[in-house]
């Protein structure tokens, strides 16, 4: 069973940045797509961005589409989160998870993802 631990969160201006880290047990992390997902007070934990096992595809909720950028080093197993332009509604816990294997659907499903972390809090105040 690989274990995720997201770090990076914090509080930030808006308008401001913030880079989140995830890193993954294991040696099959780079057999797997990625991802990131948000959950803020009294919501459904939503998507965020994905990553596939080689890092060549990605894929963003249009929230974030040009402020957010996902990306992985796989010798280091870890998955990261670029946050810019951050806004207010941007708070939230983000969590990242592991996806599907190698040749699994590409986009993900959110139903793909399994294995979460244990959450980081973003907060962005204006």
């Known amino acids: 069973q690989v274990q995720l631990v997201e770090s990076g969160g914090g509080w930030v201006l808006a308008g401001g940045s913030l880079r989140l880290s995830c890193a993954a047990s294991g040696r099959t992390f780079s057999a797997y797509n990625m991802g990131w997902f948000r959950q803020a007070p009294g919501k459904e934990r939503d998507f965020v961005a994905a990553?596939?096992?080689?890092?060549?595809?990605?894929s963003y909720a249009d929230s974030v589409k040009g402020r957010f950028t996902i990306s992985r080093d796989n010798a280091k197993n870890t998955v990261y989160l670029q946050m810019n332009s951050l806004k207010r509604e941007d708070t939230a816990v983000y969590f990242c998870?592991?996806?599907?294997?190698?040749?699994?659907?590409?986009?993900?499903?959110?139903?793909?993802?399994?294995?979460w972390g244990q959450g980081t809090q973003v907060t962005v105040s204006s």
């Open positions: 990553i596939s096992w080689g890092g060549r595809s990605t």
């Open positions: 998870a592991r996806g599907g294997p190698y040749g699994s659907m590409w986009p993900p499903r959110p139903r793909d993802f399994g294995s």
